[in-house]
């Protein structure tokens, strides 16, 4: 039987609203905190105090007894401290307190997150800093209030804080330009996203039988199922009860903590789904999606599930995305990647489509490195997910509007409205129909939806690095711009501005047409015709991640303030980290599952064919079968041991290692290499050893394990 939920009723129910505020603070408290949020301007003491006070009371009437200071280190995860709101009165009794200074600031002793070494172990101490733009919330009877997390002098220790940055830099530009439009009443311009969520659903009895799955959220070893997804019949399938159940108790969770979960469907994958929210700003999207990815693994334990967010759990099925949808909003509503109704609007959307694709085509780097981790690596380029290849898709109509203006405006007409002057652009449609899904950066209507994206990533990171290139590019127009346009000894002329304007689409659309790219982009050709148009192929990322520190993008990040160029040293060194810690796990985990489950259980079917043998030759009877099995098991069993011991002694050898990018080099080309050589020969053994010998749960088992 199903309950009844009044949706209305229970969303955002356990989060610090505009709607909630307006009820508990004072009008006047409320008007300062909502200019702060507008304005990211500071807030004042007695303000925060208010504040705190209101927001204490609500969580307690809730059942909330503790506070965290809630954040996100470089790490794909948040981290949380708690404390109580508990405070002695003196007469051995307590109260319930919560200050303006501890919803405005925190300490958490955080010398263990990394830090890149920004943080000498002397100076162990960070703090974090409210962030009144993302509201707080009540999960598991604590308020959780969003921060950011900054050293003491001043560095930025997480994603929170670089990109707020990056988003003050994309309005600041993004003003500019929309004030030589004649936009004088905006006040901000905001980049939105809405990260569409993939996962896996698997049966907990399966994956505690997986210590790969355990310790590094993939499968190191498995021969490919019987069936996989040759079928085509699990997207957009008939959701099963159990999954149905899960999805409906997780938007419950979530509706509850304000997340607007929107759409759930069945992946290509069997035991593949995915979850879209209905976009927000940048930053609350990112926190929502890191939310989400939390209460989707809580919610699973609870229906005696494991949701996995690892890119590529299984070797040779679909892997796992996060399709961040991004777009260009002002604060009073208006979209400014969507096409307008009016030719002007058209003009000034298309200023906006030149300055992404002029960025993309500048930074294709920083994309591919703002998705580089071990995990996505496995994705990326396979032929289920975009290749590491940066293109831009427009769709044919965009793109036959683009051709168009760098031919000289002869458009395939499609209305009559060409008549803006020198800026003879035409109506057109926007185009939902052309779908291209193979395309790492797509336009889609009115927002791009970067692709490559990995499912356990922290969506900060390509947004921190989207909102940059685009600012720098909208300040490189907004400057030719309002230089052209201060011309016939006028402030603003408007002949000059159009004519300056006209020539600048007409050139970034030329010069940047190598980037576009509407064919398949799985296809092996297109990686032909990428190095023929001088676009980089980073395959890994080793080879992605030190580009964060080429001077081209040190001078970017800097002159935007997004990153100090202490900050980008110390996340490159970082990302290179994260990336061979996960190979050296999974090196272990590999060994470990060699030695402690699949030698064994070879061993101990070679044992059991020869025991046949011998019992059948004891009758008289003839054993080729079982001699010809146990050989070649055998055989097999002397490779996987001789591959692992090899694999091992390169884990020994990485110790003699200091560089942080030599050491990561050394794990791509030599430890994940032989992990590989490692898998095959198991693989290989899979197919050979008696089902009850194997001592794991096949893919098969996993993947239909959620009945
Ligand atoms: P599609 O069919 O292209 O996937 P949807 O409308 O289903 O389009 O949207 C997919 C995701 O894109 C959703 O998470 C949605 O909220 C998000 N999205 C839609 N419009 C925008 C926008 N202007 N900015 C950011 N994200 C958006
Ligand atoms: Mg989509």
Sequence with gaps: MSEIIDVAQIFGADVFDESTMRQ??????????????NSNKELD??????????????????????????????????????????????????????????????????????????????????YTAWDPTSYAFIKDGTLYIPTAFCSYTGEALDKKTPLLRSMDALSEQGLRILRLFGNSTSKRVVATVGAEQEYFLIDKSVYEKRKDLIYTGRTLFGAPPLKGQEMDDHYFGAINSRVHAYMRDLDNSLWRLGVMSKTEHNEVAPAQHEMAPIFTSANAAADQNQLTMEVMQKTALRHGMVCLLHEKPFDGVNGSGKHDNWALSTDDGQNLLNPGKSPMENVQFLTFLAAVIKGVDEYPELLRLSVATAGNDHRLGGNEAPPAIISVFLGEELDAVVEALINGGTVPKKSADLDLGVLALPHFKKDTTDRNRTSPFAFTGNKF???????????????????????????????????????DGEAFSRPAFEKALHELLVRTFKEHRRILFNGNAYDEAWLDEAERRGLPNLVSSVDAIPHFEDEKSMKLFTSHKVFTEREIHARTEILLENYYKTINIEAHTAVDMVKHQYAPAVMAYAKFLCDAAMSKRSVGVDAVSELDAAQNVTKLENAMIAECAELDRLLGETSGLSDVKE?????????????????????????????????????????????
Excluded at 25 to 35: D, G, H, I, M, T
């Design 449 to 487: 939806e970067f692709r490559s994206v990995g499912s356990s990533h922290n969506v900060a990171t390509a947004n921190i690095i989207l909102n940059t290139i685009v600012a720098e590019e909208l300040r490189q127009f907004a400057d030719e711009l309002e230089f052209a346009a201060a011309a």
């Design 663 to 707: 050491t990561a080099v050394f794990f791509h080309d030599k430890v994940l290499a032989k992990m590989n050589d490692v898998r095959a020969v198991v693989d290989e053994l899979e197919a050979f050893v008696g089902g009850e010998f194997w001592p794991v749960p096949t893919y098969g088992d996993i993947l239909f394990s959620v009945k």
């Design 45 to 126: 003491n007695s303000t925060a105090e208010s504040v705190a006070a209101a927001m204490k009371d609500w969580a307690v009437e809730k059942g909330a007894t503790h506070f965290t200071h809630w954040f996100q280190p470089m790490t794909n995860i948040t981290a949380e401290k708690h404390d109580s709101f508990i405070a002695p009165t003196g007469d051995g009794t307590v109260i319930m307190e919560f200050s303006g200074k501890e919803l405005v600031k925190g300490e958490p002793d955080a010398s263990s997150f990394p830090s890149g070494g920004i943080r000498a172990t002397f100076e162990a101490r960070g």
């Design 24 to 37: 508990k603070l004072p009008k006047e408290v409320f008007r300062k905190l909502k200019a702060t949020m």
